[in-house]
């Protein structure tokens, strides 16, 4: 059949596919400085078949249409989430990885994939400073590694069972974190919330308090769950100190680093997350600021044995893996999964470490650029150590601000510039995610300029 590659020849018209493919995809990269971060227009594609299936000029032609309908994360004022432009590399790793359809399920499905898998998130749980037996699963997305992360603390502690038990965090945790308490069967009050401080963070007394009260009522912890990086003001929960409590009793560290994580990776910024090291599980997303295109997400444990234990079953219809590790089946909640690994593997190649480090201090250089343009006296910011960075009129009525952010974001579109508008402690506030690269200095201060002039 011709719709699948050939085996045994060259395949001329499956290499002029690929080719017209990509260069479609080149083109609409390259013109996207001609267009807003969102489009103008979305018009679909049919979606059904016909009954003879489309020629390969029609399918481009069906791509190219909705293509003009997709966010573009690489427009400079593309600034509103945690969605930056895709590293080339990144971009290659995932058009191979379809290519070779292999499945991290099992080692003879995969078998150099499941081994660079292996190693590769051996090195990020190295960097973060995590024991020699730690090591981690790639996953789609950092919700899921959340919730990863919490069944094995739950079954490690023996609390599968036990309907009171309960997970702690600060009330600026993801809401990955809540979903994870319905889905585990808990009772949504089974998530004890502390309000933050005045940073974003956790107050640590608060969090010793509360779990004393608790074990006093006779409810027993799962885990304790610190944010590296929350999602609104960037803030990092006080990790050292969390994890010294945790540690005396004996309590599983969770940290949620899906946007603070990769910042380990550089010694100019690994700093920030000081304290990561102590953690039980942690969540890593490269997709939100290293530029791996979607998805790209890590679980990384302490002791990597520990997720064999949590969700191994047994697999009656596949081969044991060779050598002294575990199947990807065997080690998470996922049973087929993609290569993701390749594009992450390539895009940190890519990069290399001054790379690496290079990226991350731009990304922390341009929020602090802009906080230094924003008007203090008109404006209040909220922002933590990493690259998110929200603002909202500082003498205006709460009820008052979600019109003020309304008619801003329009007016932001109009120049161009795609914020986000999250609701904070009762407020609306303009978010700014300062993770794109091609977001240079003018604009920077044309968005501040916008802001300062909104009030
Ligand atoms: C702190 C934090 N944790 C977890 C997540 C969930 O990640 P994902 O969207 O990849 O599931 C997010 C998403 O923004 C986040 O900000």
Redesign the pocket.
């Known amino acids: 059949m011709e719709f699948f590659v050939s085996p045994d020849r060259a395949d001329p018209k499956f290499e002029a596919f690929l080719v017209d493919a990509s260069s479609k995809l080149c083109n609409w990269l390259a013109t996207t400085n001609e267009r807003a971060p969102l489009p103008s227009v979305c018009n679909l594609p049919e979606v059904e078949p016909t009954s003879e299936g489309a020629s390969t000029t029609r399918l481009l032609e069906d791509l190219e249409l909705l293509m003009a309908g997709s966010y573009q994360p690489s427009h400079p004022g593309a600034l509103a989430h945690?969605d930056p432009p895709p590293l080339t590399a990144s971009i290659v790793g995932e058009l191979i990885s379809a290519g070779l359809n292999n499945n991290l399920l099992a080692e003879e499905l995969s078998p150099s994939i499941t081994k660079l898998e292996r190693n590769l998130s051996k090195w990020f749980a190295d960097k973060l400073g995590l024991p020699e037996t730690a090591g981690g699963i790639s996953v789609s997305?950092?919700?899921?590694a959340?919730l990863m992360g919490l069944l094995v603390a739950r079954f490690k502690a023996h609390l599968s069972y036990d309907s009171n038990a309960f997970v702690i965090a600060s009330d600026e945790a993801?809401v990955?974190i809540a979903r994870a308490i319905s889905v585990m069967g808990l009772p949504p009050e089974a998530l004890c919330r502390l309000s933050t401080d005045e940073d974003g963070r956790i107050p640590l007394e608060a969090l010793k308090q509360e779990i004393y009260k608790k074990k006093f009522e006779g409810k027993k912890c799962v885990a304790v769950i610190a944010?590296a990086?929350?999602?609104i003001r960037g803030a990092i929960d006080p990790i050292e100190n969390i994890s010294e409590f945790c540690s005396d009793e004996g309590l599983w560290l969770h940290v949620?680093a899906?946007?603070g994580g990769v910042f380990a990776l550089s010694d100019s910024t690994s700093g920030l997350v000081k304290g990561i090291e102590k953690a039980d599980s942690v969540?890593v997303?490269p997709?939100?600021v290293l530029g791996i295109s979607k998805?790209s997400?890590l679980l990384l444990v302490a002791n990597k044995a520990n997720l064999y234990s949590c969700f191994s079953t047994g697999f009656p219809y596949i081969e044991p893996s060779i050598g002294n590790d575990f199947q990807g089946g065997e080690i998470g909640l996922q049973g087929t999964r993609s290569a993701e690994i390749i594009k992450l593997w390539l895009g940190i190649r890519q990069l290399g470490e001054n790379g690496i480090q290079r990226l991350l201090d731009e990304t922390l250089n341009r929020r602090s650029y802009f906080h230094a343009q924003l008007d203090i006296t008109k404006l209040n910011v909220i922002t933590g150590p990493l690259h998110l960075i929200a603002v909202t009129p500082k003498n205006q009525k709460e009820h008052l601000t979600a019109s003020w952010s309304d008619t801003t974001k329009k007016l932001l579109f109009r120049k161009r510039f795609m914020l986000s508008s999250p609701q904070y402690k009762g407020r609306s506030y303009l978010k700014a995610v300062m993770g794109n690269p091609h977001t240079k200095m003018r604009h920077i201060e044309e968005l501040a300029q916008i802001l300062n002039q909104s009030i």
């Open positions: 945690l997305g950092g919700s899921l959340n993801h990955s944010t990086g929350t999602t949620d899906a946007i969540t997303n997709q939100k998805t997400s």
